[in-house]
C-alpha cells in the first residue's frame, strides 16, 4: 500500500483525483546538485526534475567567491586539515577525503561543458585564496562563480532529451510503500497537484535561509526537504549546525541579504569599526569573524561594522568584483573610495538530512545531494567555496549509484 510520507495528508491536496506521472528517477531541485546529478544519469533513464520557483532561482547562481579543487599532491593534506579545522573537527573524515580527490576530475568535467574560470596573464587557471585556507586554491570567475557554472550545467541539462523539468512545482510529501521511497506528491504553479512516481528520488532541496530574518539565501528556501523527511521518518543530522557569514551588505530592511564574498577578504580588504580601526584577523574561520564582529557591534552600539576596499587594487574591484562593485554603487557606496557597512547574515546548512557516501539516506531509494543533505564534509562549520564542489561530487556519486542499481534491477541481480 502507497502511503503519503507518515501518512498525514494536509487536507487541501485531493491525492485521490491528482495527476499521475511516472519516470525512472526524480529530481527535486534545480541547483548545481540537481543539474549534475541528472547528468550524471544514464540517458536511458527517464529523468523528471521539479523546482519550487523558476530554475533560475536557486541558491547555486548566487554564490560569489569560488569552487576549491586540488591544486598539486601537496595540496592534499593542507586542504584537509583546513577543513577540518574550519569544522572544529566534527567532519566526517571519509567524506572530506572523497571531495578533495574527486576534485580535479570534476573541475575538469565542468570545463568541458563549457564552464569558464578566470586565467592568469600568461593562461594559467587563476587560483584565490579566501578565510581559513592555508593557501590559494579557489578557481573563480569574477565574483559570479555560481551562476557561470549553474548556467553551463543547466544549458546541458536542457539539452538531454530524457530529462524534462518542471518549474514551479513544490515538493509537498513523499510516497512511500512499505517503508521505500517510491515518489513525490507535489503541486503545480496553479495549485494543482500530482504525483510523481518514480524507482529512485534525489533531494537536491536547497537550505533553510528563508526562515531567518537575514539571509543570503533566496526566501523560498525553507528546508522544505528536511521537514518533510522528519515527518517520515528519515534520520537527519546536526539541524543545529548553521553558518552565519561575517559579511553581508548592510541595509535596515533587506529583502535577501547581499552577500560581500570572502573572497574580498582573501585580496585584502578589511574590517574595521565605528572608529575606523581594525579590529580582527578577517582570514579566520567564518564563524570565528562572524563572533568577532558581533562583538564589535555590541562594543560600539551599533547595527554593523565597515568592510574597507583601501587595501584591495582598483583593478581587482572592477575586475574580479565587478558584481560587488556595480550592486554597492547601486546602494549608493563606491567601495574604490569608502567602506561600506556590512552584518552578519544567515549563510549555509552544515546538517540536513543524513546520507552516507554515496548519498543515500536511511529510506530506501531515497537520496539527497546538496545543502539539504549532510555527509559530514563541512562538520560543525564550512570551509570557504567547499559547497559547490561538495555539493557536485556527491550528487554524481548518488546518480552513479543509482545507475548501478537500476541496472542490476533490470538484469534481474537487485530486488
Same mark, same amino acid.
Given at each position: 500500500m502507497i502511503t503519503v510520507g507518515a501518512g498525514a495528508v494536509a487536507p487541501q491536496i485531493d491525492?485521490?483525483?491528482?495527476?499521475?506521472?511516472?519516470?525512472?528517477?526524480?529530481?527535486?531541485?534545480?541547483?548545481?546538485?540537481?543539474?549534475?546529478?541528472?547528468?550524471?544519469?544514464?540517458t536511458h533513464l527517464s529523468v523528471e526534475m521539479i523546482c519550487k520557483e523558476d530554475v533560475a532561482s536557486c541558491d547555486s547562481m548566487?554564490?560569489?567567491?569560488?569552487?576549491?579543487?586540488?591544486?598539486?599532491?601537496?595540496?592534499?593534506?593542507?586542504?584537509?586539515?583546513?577543513?577540518?579545522?574550519?569544522?572544529?573537527?566534527?567532519?566526517?573524515?571519509?567524506?572530506?577525503?572523497?571531495?578533495?580527490?574527486?576534485?580535479?576530475?570534476?573541475?575538469?568535467?565542468?570545463?568541458a561543458y563549457g564552464v569558464r574560470f578566470d586565467r592568469t596573464a600568461t593562461?594559467?587557471?587563476?587560483?584565490?585564496?579566501?578565510?581559513?585556507?592555508?593557501?590559494p586554491r579557489i578557481l573563480h570567475n569574477a565574483d559570479l562563480t555560481g551562476a557561470e557554472i549553474t548556467t553551463k550545467l543547466r544549458e546541458a541539462?536542457? #539539452?538531454?532529451?530524457?530529462?524534462?523539468? =518542471?518549474?514551479? +512545482?513544490?515538493?509537498?510529501? !513523499?510516497l512511500v510503500e512499505d517503508g521505500v521511497c517510491v515518489g513525490v506528491l507535489a503541486t503545480d504553479g496553479s495549485n494543482e497537484s500530482l504525483m510523481i512516481y518514480a524507482r529512485d528520488v534525489i533531494l537536491a532541496t536547497g537550505g533553510v535561509g528563508g526562515l531567518y530574518p537575514r539571509s543570503t539565501n533566496f526566501r523560498s528556501l525553507t528546508g522544505d526537504g528536511c521537514r518533510i523527511c522528519q515527518r517520515a521518518g528519515v534520520e537527519l543530522e546536526h539541524m543545529d549546525y548553521v553558518q552565519?557569514?561575517?559579511?553581508?551588505?548592510?541595509?535596515?530592511?533587506?529583502?535577501?541579504?547581499?552577500?560581500?564574498?570572502?573572497?574580498?577578504?582573501g585580496e585584502g580588504a578589511i574590517l574595521l569599526d565605528a572608529h575606523g580601526e581594525r579590529f580582527t584577523d578577517e582570514l579566520q574561520p567564518?564563524?570565528?569573524?562572524?563572533? #568577532?564582529?558581533?562583538?564589535?557591534?555590541? =562594543?560600539?552600539? +551599533?547595527?554593523?561594522?565597515? !568592510?574597507?576596499?583601501?587595501?584591495?587594487?582598483?583593478?581587482?574591484?572592477?575586475?574580479?568584483f565587478a558584481n560587488i562593485y556595480r550592486r554597492c554603487l547601486e546602494e549608493g557606496y563606491d567601495i574604490c573610495r569608502e567602506p561600506i557597512?556590512?552584518?552578519?547574515?544567515?549563510?549555509y546548512l552544515m546538517g540536513g538530512?543524513?546520507?552516507?557516501?554515496?548519498?543515500?539516506?536511511?529510506?530506501?531509494?531515497?537520496?539527497?545531494?546538496?545543502?539539504?543533505?549532510?555527509?559530514?564534509?563541512?562538520?560543525?562549520?564550512?570551509?570557504?567555496?567547499?559547497?559547490?564542489l561538495e555539493s557536485m561530487v556527491f550528487a554524481r556519486r548518488a546518480a552513479l549509484d543509482i545507475a548501478r542499481t537500476q541496472q542490476e534491477y533490470r538484469d534481474g541481480r537487485h530486488a
Open positions: 491525492i485521490e483525483n491528482c495527476e499521475r506521472v511516472s519516470c525512472d528517477v526524480l529530481v527535486v531541485g534545480c541547483g548545481v546538485a540537481g543539474l549534475y546529478a541528472a547528468l550524471n544519469l544514464p548566487l554564490a560569489q567567491g569560488g569552487i576549491c579543487v586540488q591544486r598539486d599532491e601537496d595540496d592534499y593534506e593542507p586542504w584537509f586539515e583546513d577543513t577540518l579545522r574550519a569544522g572544529h573537527y566534527e567532519n566526517r573524515r571519509e567524506s572530506v577525503d572523497i571531495m578533495i580527490r574527486e576534485s580535479r576530475p570534476l573541475i575538469n568535467d565542468l570545463m593562461g594559467e587557471l587563476d587560483y584565490t585564496r579566501e578565510g581559513a585556507h592555508s593557501r541539462v536542457e #539539452a538531454h532529451t530524457n530529462v524534462g523539468i =518542471r518549474e514551479y +512545482t513544490t515538493m509537498r510529501d !513523499l552565519i557569514h561575517p559579511t553581508s551588505l548592510y541595509t535596515p530592511n533587506p529583502d535577501r541579504s547581499f552577500l560581500i564574498s570572502e573572497s574580498c577578504r567564518r564563524d570565528v569573524v562572524t563572533q #568577532a564582529i558581533y562583538a564589535q557591534m555590541e =562594543r560600539d552600539h +551599533t547595527p554593523h561594522v565597515w !568592510l574597507s576596499f583601501e587595501n584591495v587594487p582598483h583593478e581587482v574591484i572592477t575586475g574580479h557597512p556590512v552584518v552578519p547574515a544567515q549563510h538530512i543524513h546520507v552516507d557516501a554515496q548519498s543515500r539516506t536511511t529510506m530506501p531509494h531515497l537520496y539527497a545531494a546538496g545543502e539539504t543533505s549532510c555527509n559530514g564534509v563541512h562538520g560543525k562549520n564550512r570551509l570557504a567555496s567547499n559547497s559547490l
